[in-house]
């Protein structure tokens, strides 16, 4: 995932913080977590939906997260922290972070590159962007 810095890695979310991350353009990272086993199992609350992506979309979405990090002169992720599950990491992101480009957005436009007919100017919000991958999503007979 990719969200403001400050409100992304916080234990404990303050009306302040979200104002700040929402009002003024703020700091990202990107939060990386290895899953031990199928979404759907890992994420027991979640709304989950399978998305089929082509085959050669793939390296464009790819380069999109890709270039989501921050890099030091070497070219290499810059690590900022522990995550939010164990055994994930927080690294410095690229861009910034702010109403109009939020997780939901950054999420569209990762989809978009993958070839998926998503707006990422209409998904500032989870619902947003859960209502146009709903009807994307792959059926449970096809997965």
């Known amino acids: ?3 403001d810095a400050e ?3 916080a234990p404990e979310i303050t009306v302040a ?3 700040r991350a929402a009002l003024t353009p703020t700091k990202t990272v990107m939060h990386l977590n290895a899953m031990p086993r199928p979404p759907r199992q890992y994420y027991l609350e979640a709304e989950i939906v399978t998305l089929r992506v082509a085959a050669a979309k793939l390296p464009a979405m ?3 997260i890709r270039d989501s990090f921050a890099r030091d002169d070497a070219g290499a992720a810059r690590p900022a922290g522990a995550g939010r599950y164990p055994g994930s990491r927080f690294y410095e992101g690229a861009g910034e972070y702010h109403l109009l480009n939020t997780c939901n957005t950054w ?3 990762a989809l978009r590159q993958a070839g998926l007919a998503v707006d990422p100017g209409n998904a500032v919000t989870a619902d947003d962007l859960m209502a146009q991958l709903r009807p994307l999503a792959v059926a449970p007979e096809n997965r």
């Open 1 to 3: 995932g990719w969200g």
């Open 7 to 9: 409100f992304y890695r």
């Open 17 to 19: 913080m979200a104002m």
């Open 62 to 64: 790819i380069a999109f």
């Open 107 to 109: 999420t569209a436009r």
